[in-house]
């Protein structure tokens, strides 16, 4: 079988199974060790100085584990992949271990609010940030510093689906040698993969559409082996010793971003998720499906103000969701008329959840502004488009009958 060019799905159910785990196992079993034995210390030491593959200590590296970034990795078409505990242990981890202060990054205005914090954080021990309105690429080119190491977008921006013109950018980063991060949770590597656009590294939250089924935490970063490393000067000089040029970015964050940092992902959740990511492309199918025929209804609807969905053709940049991904996604915003109270519309609802997460089998819905955005504040808030009364939906795989007349009953 390894020698067919097998299809997305085929690949990911069959993705354990051709790594050969005990016994004929179609999955990868759950290895529970924290440490492992050496029959001589030097196998021991070669580990440790990266002269062999191995374990040592599941901080680090775990069979499970590696089993699921073998399998992230060939989702995204990259060369490696590195797991975390969480979306946002990776997305700190790549800045905590390839930049350094003084340096620069430019980032989507639109970023996902704890990708903000988390910048905040950055600003604060000496790493420059400037936010721009990424869906211009105007915007990033006049932003453009000569210590910019890094750009960083998301493909669809939670909760207003705003999308970076992620090709532009993408050619930008190459021409000036810049590390392209592309998070990749909304659209998930079944609708896009961000190496097409030329994206150094990829960022997926994997509790979201790769998990699916709100079961596990776990995030990653994928390295799609298009950055030259090489002449990278943040890069530890004992690595380049060491490693492969094409491996230093991938291996710093995995010795710095995850064994330092501590955001290691269990091999129960990455079992877990390795599971759940084999359905991804039928879930994102029929989460796509669902998600147009509620936008279009909403869209419709004369108690609605306004919806925010790359599918419809209103949005603003329909055009290139169209022309890059492979479906619209499971999220969208919307507010609804004046003589409408949000809140007692979203208890109205029966079918759909009450609740923050994404990318869920189940449908679920917040109000944006007094939950997950609440700590950003009233102005920054409007910069970003977000008004008080607007819902954030993470649409699921019910049946859209059943979707459809829950909707309907409670807008009044």
Not at 36 to 56: C, H, M, P, S, T
Not at 98 to 119: P, V
Not at 282 to 307: D, G, I, M
């Amino acid at each position: 079988m390894s020698d067919i060019k097998k299809g997305f799905t085929t690949t990911i159910l069959h993705s354990d199974r051709l790594l050969q785990p005990e016994f004929g196992a179609l999955h990868q079993p759950v290895h529970t060790s924290v440490t492992w034995g050496f029959e001589d210390v030097n196998g021991l030491i070669d580990v440790f100085q990266n002269k062999k593959k191995g374990y040592a200590y599941s901080r680090q590296g775990n069979p499970t584990v590696t089993a699921l970034e073998h399998k992230i990795t060939q989702m995204e078409n990259g060369l490696s992949t590195v797991a975390f505990s969480t979306g946002m242990a990776a997305i700190t981890a790549a800045f905590l271990a390839l930049l350094k202060k003084d340096d620069h990054i430019i980032a989507s205005s639109y970023l996902f609010g704890n990708s903000r914090s988390i910048m905040q954080t950055l600003t604060e021990i000496g790493i420059q940030i400037s936010f721009v309105d990424a869906t211009n690429i105007e915007n990033i080119e006049k932003a453009y510093q000569p210590n910019t190491r890094m750009v960083f977008v998301e493909t669809i921006a939670n909760p207003g689906t705003q999308i970076a013109q992620l090709d532009k950018i993408g050619d930008f980063c190459t021409e000036h040698k810049l590390i392209y991060v592309v998070d990749n949770t909304m659209t998930s590597p079944y609708l896009f993969k961000p190496v097409n656009v030329k994206a150094s590294l990829v960022i997926n939250s994997l509790t979201k559409y790769i998990g699916g089924h709100g079961d596990a935490l776990g995030g990653s970063i994928t390295d799609t082996g298009l950055y030259d490393w090489a002449n990278f000067p943040n890069i530890a000089p004992i690595l380049r010793d060491q490693i492969a040029p094409a491996l230093l970015g991938i291996t710093q964050i995995r010795k710095r971003g995850l064994r330092d940092g501590g955001g290691t992902l269990s091999p129960e959740a990455a079992h877990t998720i390795a599971v759940g990511a084999e359905t991804l492309a039928l879930r994102l199918e029929r989460t796509s499906s669902n998600a147009l025929l509620l936008a279009n209804f909403l869209h419709e609807h004369e108690l609605v103000k306004k919806v925010n969905y790359p599918g419809l053709e209103i949005h603003p940049q329909h055009k290139i969701a169209s022309e890059l991904f492979k479906g619209y996604g499971g999220l969208m915003s919307f507010e609804l008329s004046d003589k409408v109270d949000s809140l007692l519309f979203l208890n109205r609802l029966k079918v759909v959840i009450k609740s923050s997460n994404l990318g869920d089998t189940r449908t679920l819905a917040i109000p944006v502004a007094k939950t997950i955005f609440h700590e950003l504040g009233p102005e920054r808030r409007k910069e970003m488009g977000i008004e008080d009364s607007l819902i954030r939906l993470s649409v699921g795989i019910e049946d859209r009958q059943d979707l459809l007349e829950d909707f309907a009953q409670a807008i009044y």
